[in-house]
């Protein structure tokens, strides 16, 4: 199923100048339970997606709000010359159609 | 007097178990909701918290000295803040004033103040702590190998150092306990640690530094914790075992779900809150519902810093900013896009560049297609309806970088391009002029953490009578 299908919350954001955060809120423990099983194909499709090296792609799993943050570092500084999106609240959109 | 004597004594001697912190807002000077400020003071909170600032914004406020608010809102938010501050007689406490913390937003901030003081009728003792880290000190750290940098920033020089227009460190407990402790009634800190603000009076009753480190972290973005998250000020009541987290608006609900979810809010770690103090370990945090919209927390752990550090922010001006703001509709115009940008820049610079240098940047944003993030990895390019273009130059002077998108302007709305029809202009212009001078553009150039033998000599605490 796709990941937007599963989330109730699906969101980018800076954590840092340097560092981009995907936050995966699930509704339920199902669907939480679902996407967390599949952490390292979830880990492996952001960096695939994001043009990113596998280690730097860091998964933390975070039952106490069945969610799940994907941390990836920024190519540009926030606010350098070039950036796009300097609170990095709309860098999401290619997780929304990861099939776990 | 700032009343906080009384406060630690009552909870030394066991006579209260509780302290209660009023968090009035995660940026002050974007408005403070009325009603839900309002109903916080009639719970008599033992102080009144509130950020003002946030590296999140980007360079230029540090870089130029202005805030990120308007000056009305701005002046709004602190007389609200203020007079109900006074009003119980509690300390407030403001940290990162004016937006980035520096000296330029500290004493704009502080004048404002003064002005509300004397228009209200308002008497206090004023405390404010600059966060500026003089050059010497950040140079002298760099020789003897105390400075290293954040995530992937690249190793401080001392040119950076020498190029940067504000240099601030993160300013933490210690400087508001010292602040608390010299019986100031308002408390105005330069750059600051969100946490320093609400976890300082806690901490100095002695209560759990981990809870107290978590309980600032929720409450220093007012109620974004709730279901629905909101900017309404929440309260929190802390003591040794934990703390209830309740929205002042009743609208809001702080459930476990939504406290146990701000956690993840603009940290790259869900379960460790990195403080210069020390971390704070959440693995075993617990949330529990108290009913249907207040939530106890306990269980954060704190593990001390071994070593003392501050962690710096500096932004350096990177030239004149200014853009160009167009948009097309043109199917076959934004079929060739790309090629028609590329093609620009080279038009531009033999024109501007006949008699000088290349001394400038010029780039696009295309939006529509990639002026928000890169093409997708295995999606197909998109072909919009149609597509805004942000021109933008970074040049010496603003004469030049106008030169240059002036430049742009004229030369994008007429170039030739495979099959095209509509030869009277390429470019739709929202309003004229489209080219506009949006003055010094900065970056961050140091984001890097100085180890420090005393704290408290790099963050110097200022006193003033404000007498009607």
Known sequence: MRLDQMVSVLRSKNAGPLVLTFDLVFPDEDRFNHVAAAAETLRAEVARRYGEALERVAVHIYRPALAIKISIPRKVMSGDPGDRDVYGAQQHAPLLGIDL | MNGIGTLLDDIASGRRRSIRILGASGQLGYGIPAAAFEAGLARRPDMIGCDMGSIDIGPAYLGSGKMATSRTSTKQDLRRVLGGARQLGVPLVIGSAGSAGAAPHLEGT???????????????????????????????????????????????????????????????????????????????????????????????????????????????????????????????????????????????????????????????????????????????????????????????????????????????????????????????????????????????????????????????????????????????PPSPHEVFILGECLAPNPDRAMQVMRTTKQYLLHLGFEGRMSTAGNLAFPFTPPEVDLGPAYRFNIYHIMEVDDIAAHFPLFLEEIKI
């Open chain 2, 110 to 380: 502080l004048e404002l103040v003064r002005e509300i003081a004397a228009e209200d009728g308002l008497s206090f003792t004023l405390a404010y702590m600059p966060a500026d880290i003089s050059r010497s000190a950040v140079k002298a750290a760099l020789r003897e190998g105390r400075i290293r940098p954040v995530d992937t920033m690249p190793d401080l020089t001392e040119a950076d150092v020498d190029a940067a227009a504000h240099i601030v460190g993160q300013m933490g407990v210690e400087a508001f306990q010292r602040a608390l402790q010299s019986g100031a009634d308002v408390i105005i800190a330069g750059r600051a640690c969100d946490t320093g603000i609400f976890s300082a009076l806690p901490i100095m009753a002695g209560l759990p530094v981990g809870l107290a480190i978590h309980m600032a972290k929720i409450v220093e973005c007012a109620s974004i914790c709730c279901r629905p998250g909101g900017r309404d000020a929440i309260l929190a009541t802390i003591d040794r075992d934990g703390f209830e987290l309740e929205s002042m608006n009743p609208e809001r609900a702080a459930t476990p779900a939504s406290v146990a979810g701000h956690s993840l809010y603009e940290q790259a770690d869900p379960f460790t809150i990195r403080e210069p103090a020390g971390a704070v370990d959440l693995s075993n945090a617990r949330f529990e519902a108290l009913d249907a919209r207040r939530t106890r927390v306990s269980g954060a752990d704190f593990r001390p810093a071994s070593r003392q550090t501050i962690k710096l922010e500096g932004a350096v001006a990177v030239g004149s900013r200014a853009v160009l703001l167009c948009a097309a509709a043109d199917p076959n115009f934004i079929l060739h896009i790309a090629g028609v940008v590329d093609r620009i820049k080279e038009v531009v610079r033999d024109l501007v560049c006949e008699n000088a240098p290349e001394d400038y940047q010029l780039a696009f944003r295309l939006y529509g297609i990639d002026g928000v993030r890169p093409l997708d990895v295995d999606g197909a």
